[in-house]
């Protein structure tokens, strides 16, 4: 395993668990993290140097935080666990206290090493600070409570800045991988944060796991270098060249993902992507930007709908048809989502989604073209 550091040099390591995609059960209609599958993949993934684990206080309707911090109890003290502050969901001065509190119940611990911001972004400034957000924070960490202060964003390159400007951040989360380098912060931010000396902990570096599987046009640009690197390969090694980069997280939600990834990580280093290899990008990049129709990462913000529409499953459905030359079994599973009432057909445009959208998609709109592909 691969070690970056914090400012202060605490170490982190270059693989990061993305938690929210731990394995996950329904219970009385709601989604649960199960237990025993944290036990095994986050010990697993400590076992094999991972020391960065992200979770969030709404992943998995709630339940992760606790499922997280219930598996990295035996080895709480060498670990970072990173969990996050919902700015969308406060009404109030002292949610931000009650909140907090509730995480550290869930996380069974006295103190969180990394607390973000979750979602930042320039509207949500002024709320904050009227709150006495940053006042909390301050007082949190000089009492221990608190060990790194960061945020993670989704917002446009120009508000990422400027929400960089505002505070002495310990770290912050982008999105970043071989299709994002313009896209929110994008690679222009990433070298913003370096330049300030802020530690950037990536998310989506594999796009919600679609960069995973080349499509065929893709992987022949892949299999005609001759390296041998798998798809998920080539995307890391795209996001590790970065010395900016302190993290890399990743949802892995099996013991293969896992180990696969761990191979992968192990010799990842600034600079390991040469000029023939920025050339391989360019290609793939300029071929995926042909085959996807809705930039949908399935982050799931936009749910639930009050209409039960599934608009990440609709648009993952409506993205195969192109990306992966598919349309016989994306029709299927339209079909059912169609007899089980959560198609695209139940939307009434009212907008709610389009607010939670991080990727900012025209979703009603977006809908509307897949019904209309799946149904004509």
């Not at 109030?92 to 611990?109: G, M, N, S, V």
């Not at 085959?291 to 209409?307: A, G, R, S």
């Amino acid at each position: 395993m691969q070690y970056r550091s914090f400012r202060d040099g605490t170490k982190a390591s270059l693989l990061g668990y993305g938690c929210m995609r731990i394995p996950s059960e329904t219970i009385n209609g709601k989604q649960v993290s199960i237990q025993k599958e944290a036990d095994r993949l986050l010990m697993a993934a400590f076992e094999g140097g991972i020391n960065y684990f992200d979770t969030a206080y709404p992943y998995v309707d709630g339940s992760n935080e606790a499922a997280v911090g219930r598996a990295l109890k035996p080895v709480r003290d060498q670990v970072h666990i990173a969990t996050k502050l919902p700015i969308n969901m406060l009404k109030e001065k002292a949610d931000i206290a009650r909140i907090f509190h509730e995480q550290l119940t869930r996380l069974e611990t006295d103190y969180i090493d990394v607390y973000l911001l979750h979602d930042m972004r320039m509207k949500y400034m002024d709320m904050f600070r009227e709150f006495g957000g940053f006042e909390f924070l301050e007082k949190a960490l000089a009492d221990g409570k608190i060990r790194k202060i960061g945020f993670s964003s989704h917002d446009n390159n120009e508000n990422f800045k400027k929400i960089l400007d505002s505070y002495h951040w310990d770290m912050c989360q982008i999105q970043f991988n071989i299709l994002d380098i313009d896209f929110q912060a994008g690679l222009d931010g990433l070298r913003y944060a370096g330049e300030k000396d802020i530690p950037v902990v990536i998310m989506e570096g594999l796009r919600g796991g679609d960069l995973a599987n080349a499509p065929k046009a893709v992987q022949e640009i892949y299999d005609a270098t001759g390296k041998g690197w798998s798809a998920p390969e080539w995307g890391f090694r795209f996001v590790a060249n970065y010395a900016e980069v302190m993290t890399i997280l990743s949802g892995m939600t099996t013991m293969e993902m896992l180990n696969d990834n761990l191979r992968i990580f192990d010799s990842l280093t600034p600079g390991c992507v040469s000029e023939e290899d920025a050339a391989v990008y360019d290609a793939v990049r300029e071929t995926y930007h042909k085959l996807i129709q809705v930039p949908c990462t399935t982050c799931k913000y936009c749910q639930p709908c009050p209409k039960g529409v599934t608009i990440p499953q609709i648009f993952t459905q409506f993205n195969r048809t192109t990306m992966f030359n598919n349309t016989a079994s994306p029709r299927r599973h339209y079909g059912e989502m169609l007899k089980s009432g959560n198609a695209a057909d139940q939307c009434v445009r009212c907008g709610l989604c389009e607010t939670k959208c991080p990727q900012s998609i025209a979703i009603m709109d977006e809908l509307m073209r897949a019904h209309e592909y799946f149904t004509k």
